[in-house]
């Protein structure tokens, strides 16, 4: 690994400023990020320290409950994004069409849900139809078993969906766009929170290649991730090597996703990564946890190529696609465990590594 590689640190707390210049070199810093890695670690985000330790405390209530309680809070069907996911459920290299070991995390999701739009207040929202499975409701835990889980979990996913919003607002103004460009995209997001324990389950042996979580691509627009300051997330840098990121303090990190990819014509960059499983510097396993907030658009959003980013021709290397379209072939391969035969840009990317590993 190259020591040099380094995710840059934004202080976005000068976007609130009324001065244009400042706000400029808040919105050119994440511009730069964008453009080059894709990663950023956020500070001066405003989210109160209390709000951060609550998703650690929601995070060590559900996932130290007995194996069978958490089991008995997984959804009906992969397709249904909500609740427990266990050990070796998933595979998140499938979202790529590549092949290999089941991933050794467990998750717990919760998202937005249809009812959470019931009082939009917009008589053409509310004829949308919006479907059950991708707004499905939530699974919570007993509060007897999880005292506090739900509201912590939930005031922490309010936080994270304002600071997501803020960061595309920025974008926005980097892009030369009208700050709230995208806002009609994402007035009935499809949010999800993922709450991820990366301990290896006792008396685990890996498999050889088997990773925490596997290499991909997000799939929205953009993430906000709260991390342990724990060696195991990677990122694939641009010279095709391998780099560990560990948050900085008190900084929230975000890394983009495919649709801002294809909505800028890959002028911003949905960066590879991956989790190695966490271990202590005599290899045994260590706990690591995490919580990916996913803001990924609205369903019937049709996602286009921005036209300042098309080409001098006014085309673009990508096709038009709805987000629904869209996070729905790349859950199949995730969850769904169906290899995805769409996403043959992004595993040229891991591709490459992975035949140089071999060739050597």
């Not at 202080?11 to 210049?21: E, H, R, T, V, Y």
Request: proline share 7%.
């Amino acid at each position: 690994m190259n020591d040099s590689f380094i995710v840059p640190t934004i202080d976005i707390s000068a976007w609130s400023s009324n001065d244009p210049a400042t706000r400029d070199e808040v919105a050119e810093a994440v511009d730069a990020a964008c453009r080059s890695i894709g990663f950023m670690q956020i500070v001066g985000h405003g989210i109160p320290p209390e709000i951060v330790n609550g998703l650690g405390d929601a995070i060590d209530t559900f996932f130290d409950l007995p194996d069978d309680t958490k089991a008995s809070h997984r959804a009906p069907r992969p397709s249904i994004n909500r609740g427990y996911s266990p050990p070796a459920a998933e595979r998140l290299s499938y979202s790529l069409g590549i092949d290999s070991p089941a991933d050794m995390f467990e998750a717990f999701n919760i998202g937005a849900a249809v009812t959470d739009f019931v009082d939009h207040g917009s008589d053409e929202f509310d004829t949308r139809n919006l479907d059950p499975e991708i707004y499905a409701s939530n699974i919570w835990p007993d509060p007897d078993a999880a005292p506090d889980f739900e509201p912590n979990a939930t005031a922490w996913f309010q936080q994270a969906g304002q600071l997501a919003r803020t960061i595309t607002s920025i974008m926005a103004h980097a892009l030369d766009l009208e700050e709230r460009f995208f806002e009609p995209y994402t007035d009935h997001s499809i949010d999800v929170l993922r709450m991820v324990n990366y301990a290896l389950p006792e008396g685990v042996q890996l498999q050889p290649d088997q990773l925490g979580m596997g290499a991909h691509t997000d799939f929205g627009i953009v993430t906000v991730l709260w991390a342990d300051p724990v060696p195991g997330l990677e990122i694939l840098g641009p010279e095709a090597s391998w780099h560990s990121v560990i948050p900085a303090p008190d900084a929230i990190l975000v890394n983009l996703g495919d649709l801002l990819e294809q909505w800028t014509n890959d002028r911003y960059t949905s960066t590879m990564h991956r989790v190695v499983p966490p271990t202590d510097a005599e290899g045994r396993s260590i706990r690591r946890r995490s919580a990916a907030f996913f803001h990924d658009g609205n369903a019937d959003a049709l996602i286009s190529t921005i036209s300042s980013c098309r080409e001098t021709d006014g085309t673009s290397s990508y096709t038009d696609v709805t987000v629904a379209e869209h996070l729905s072939q790349k859950l199949s391969g995730s969850r769904g465990l169906e290899l995805n035969t769409h996403a043959q840009r992004e595993a040229a990317r891991i591709e490459q590594p992975r035949k140089e590993k071999v060739d050597t």
